[in-house]
């Protein structure tokens, strides 16, 4: 995949495409073509400091860590993007999200994970 600016972290997505998240501060969502979909600052006007780790859960939402910010974004496919994370983080960089409604976050300032419920499924 070329014409990346400075690629960090990358995570598969369901529909068998990908999303990158760059060091000048974007966050890019390629399909399985590799073929470029979107740019999330781009399609919902958002302004990253420093985007990190990334991942998408079952709904395909892609849960984004800004390093500088030190906050997690939720970004849905369709709506606003929200805010998961935005107190308790020094330093979030990879991420993991679980079937279950997990989130699983790296700080590397304070050598832990550490892991928040965002999403309750009823039966």
Do not use: W
Not at 24 to 42: A, E, I, N, P, Y
Request: with cysteine; charged share 15%; glycine share 10%.
């Amino acid at each position: 995949v070329p014409n990346l600016q400075g690629p960090r972290y990358v995570s598969p997505a369901p529909s068998g495409g990908f999303v990158v998240s760059e060091e000048c501060g974007d966050v890019k969502v390629f399909m399985s073509s590799c073929k470029l979909l979107c740019s999330l600052s781009s399609k919902y006007g958002h302004q990253f400091g420093n985007p990190a780790g990334v991942c998408v859960d079952t709904d395909g939402s892609i849960l984004v860590a800004d390093e500088q910010r030190r906050t997690v974004h939720l970004f849905p496919e369709h709506g606003a993007p929200v805010c998961l994370v935005s107190t308790g983080l020094r330093r979030p960089a990879g991420m993991a999200c679980s079937s279950s409604g997990h989130l699983f976050v790296a700080d590397t300032v304070e050598n832990c994970v550490k892991v928040f419920k965002y999403c309750v499924r009823l039966p």
